[in-house]
């Protein structure tokens, strides 16, 4: 079922502005498909864009850069962090996994960079996110689609300090398999200084940290806790 | 407490540290009474594994009474008198409920790691480097055990430590690598390396039905602990192996062979020479004399079985025998928890008494000595246990105040 209420949209219009609500979500079930088939190579902000605009040829959200632009991209410094995981996971149904993803408050449970997520509407949540120093980072976000038991995509709303979307998908594994998770994430800075205000935010090694949220996860679904050995004895180092 | 520490290649120090304390809900601590040194530590104490930190606290084979529980904790409880497996497991995983409880998947805080170097982690262990999880070990007074419900097995009433604490490791690595042989009625095994492994090994053979073990080995103590548990026994050093295992099994060769050495086996000889080249320019990291004469001796259709503890990468196995051969290679960390319930039946029942295997009992403060003389091999040492609090007075003292639960 697809969770698309306009009755609590009024503030998601304001920002925007020109797109219709039925363009914005009817495109959405052909949207959640091509997202995940257009991903491979393209970012996925770029996809939940043109999905969330209404727009399915999301190439154009992204083809359109100047000259400087892609001077910064060749120098990889303006490369978002973009991580696509798969898992398994055991004794969990599609469904209570979608359950517990769906409350974005569960989140910061298991992705260490996060401090809080504040759900503001059915679709609306804020985020705040550690950084060094005391500093923190934060962004609303919307989410783009929703398909009950199945898949949820959300991206941060427009002029965030930080680009933030991601995407989730649960589909059941045959005989007792479990449920294949699939997760995708993607930060960027706009604006450039990018690889430094990223490096910031999840340290030397952004993609193995979001990497390992998702094995954060897993643990927590199907251990009921997430591995640890911070804070046990040890000898002089 | 007091805990044996890991502070450099061949540099064991007894330390103070904290007393460890619940970290997550399924966590337990227990109280240790009987701990003991294994072959695998002495490749941590070799410095053959590159993922140990200075003030790592070392020990996978341990026991004791439960002082501590989490909140998710209802199986155990305080008082129980409990055995540990070395293999952290939680139980729910998909690995845990095929009954391959070393591959567990939730239980290595550090799985990037062996991912990187081996596509997926097996499980986390107690004391054993940070590519396994970076627990704190055993070989203390006081260790905390994750997923306690799954990974702590309480005692029957009636057998002592030294009857026991072997569950957590040596035994059921010894039982799991004879039975990875399939061995059937009249079947000949032949079993490399006479440490522990390789005893329990030779012991379970026999009790799983074999007509004959011929054991391999150089120390003379150990060949001498290995014919007294039933073996046929050949000192490498004084025969070339593969000729004697033919002759003795009439041409065929062994319907099973065991490596019981692993990575740190003896190479003779300009084979022997090779290996040390190899790792001395890091081109090879373990050295598998062993896994290269085994496979040659094995009988054609036999099965390969190897408890040996192998990191990282070895050159030159004869791939060929092992394929032309029709060879089975079984190997694996211990699926320590599998085994719990046969192997106390056994015990219980005196078919075996895995006391046998102790050669030196310790007070834990001289884990630096029982280190040393295991390693060289010297006093005629095969095993050796330690016992926190045997010299000092603390035994049934209250507990610190951070276990308290």
Not at chain 1, 35 to 59: E, F, K, M, P
Not at chain 2, 33 to 42: K, P
Not at chain 2, 94 to 109: A, M
Not at chain 2, 348 to 372: C, M, N, V, W
Request: charged share 20%.
């Amino acid at each position: 079922m697809e969770i698309t209420s306009s009755s609590n949209s009024e503030p998601e219009r304001e920002r925007a502005g020109n797109i219709s609500e039925t363009e914005r979500w009817g495109s959405l079930i052909a949207g959640g498909a091509m997202i995940l088939t257009g991903l491979s190579q393209r970012s996925l902000r770029g996809a939940l864009l043109a999905v969330a605009g209404g727009g399915l040829a999301y190439h154009g959200a992204t083809a359109d850069k100047s000259l400087p632009d892609r001077a910064i991209e060749a120098t990889g410094l303006d490369k978002p962090i973009r991580v696509e995981k798969t898992v398994a996971i055991q004794n969990k149904s599609p469904e209570e996994l979608y359950r517990f993803w769906r409350n974005f408050e569960n989140l910061p449970a298991f992705m260490k960079h996060l401090k809080s997520v504040t759900v503001l509407d059915e679709r609306r949540s804020h985020w705040v996110a550690d950084a060094p120093l005391d500093n923190a980072v934060e962004w609303d976000a919307v989410i783009a689609s929703d398909r009950e038991n199945q898949l949820i995509t959300w991206m941060s709303v427009e002029g965030s300090q930080v680009e933030h979307s991601g995407l989730i998908r649960f589909r059941a594994l045959p005989h007792g398999r479990g449920t294949e998770v699939k997760m995708v994430i993607e930060y960027s800075v706009p604006g450039g200084q990018l690889t430094s205000a990223i490096a910031k935010l999840f340290g030397e090694s952004p993609e193995q940290q979001i990497g390992e949220d998702l094995r954060r996860f897993k643990m927590l679904m199907e251990a009921g806790e997430i591995a640890t050995t911070e804070g046990q004895p040890t000898g002089q180092r | 407490m007091k805990a044996v520490c890991w502070q450099g290649t061949r540099k064991i120090e007894v330390e103070n540290v904290p007393e460890p304390t619940i970290l997550n809900p399924r966590d337990a601590i227990v109280k240790i009474t009987t701990t003991a040194i294994c072959g695998s530590d002495l490749h941590l104490y070799n410095g053959y594994n590159p993922t140990m930190q200075k003030g790592d606290i070392l020990g996978h084979e341990f026991m004791g009474e439960v002082v501590a529980v989490g909140r998710a904790v209802s199986r155990v409880k305080l008082g129980d008198r409990v055995v540990v497996p070395f293999t952290i497991s939680c139980g729910a995983c998909f690995f845990c409920q095929q009954d391959l409880w070393s591959l567990c998947d939730n239980s290595n805080p550090n799985a990037w790691m062996p991912e990187k170097a081996m596509g997926h982690s097996p499980s986390g262990l107690f004391g054993y480097s940070h590519l396994t999880g970076g627990y704190a070990g055993g070989q203390a007074e006081y260790a905390r055990v994750p997923f306690a419900d799954v990974g702590l097995f309480p005692i029957p009433e009636g057998l002592t430590d030294e009857q026991v604490v072997f569950l957590t490791d040596i035994f059921p690595t010894g039982y799991m690598a004879a039975e990875n042989c399939h061995i059937q009625p009249g079947d000949t095994i032949a079993i490399w390396g006479c440490g522990p492994v390789g005893q329990f090994a030779i012991r379970s053979a026999f009790l799983l039905g074999a007509e004959r073990v011929i054991a391999i080995d150089r120390v003379s103590e150990r060949l001498q602990m290995a014919k007294a548990g039933g073996a046929e026994i050949l000192n490498y050093e004084e025969v070339e192996v593969g000729e004697a295992l033919n002759e003795m099994t009439a041409g065929r060769g062994p319907d099973a062979v065991i490596d019981a050495v692993g990575m740190e086996a003896h190479g003779m000889g300009l084979e022997g020479f090779f290996d040390k080249a190899m790792q001395a320019v890091k081109l090879e990291t373990d050295r598998p004399n062993v896994l290269r004469q085994a496979i040659v001796a094995c009988r054609k259709g036999g099965t390969v079985s190897v408890p040996g503890v192998y990191t990282g990468f070895i050159d030159k196995v004869p791939i060929g025998a092992l394929m032309n051969k029709g060879l089975t290679l079984k190997t694996g960390q211990t699926h320590v928890h599998r085994y719990f319930q046969p192997l106390i039946e056994r015990i219980q029942k005196g078919e075996i008494d895995p006391s046998f295997i102790i050669t030196h009992r310790l007070p834990l403060e001289e884990a630096a000595r029982g280190y040393e003389i295991f390693d060289a091999k010297k006093e005629n040492c095969i095993k050796v246990v330690l016992k926190p609090g045997m010299t000092s007075d603390s035994r049934g003292v209250a507990l610190p105040s951070s276990v308290t639960p």
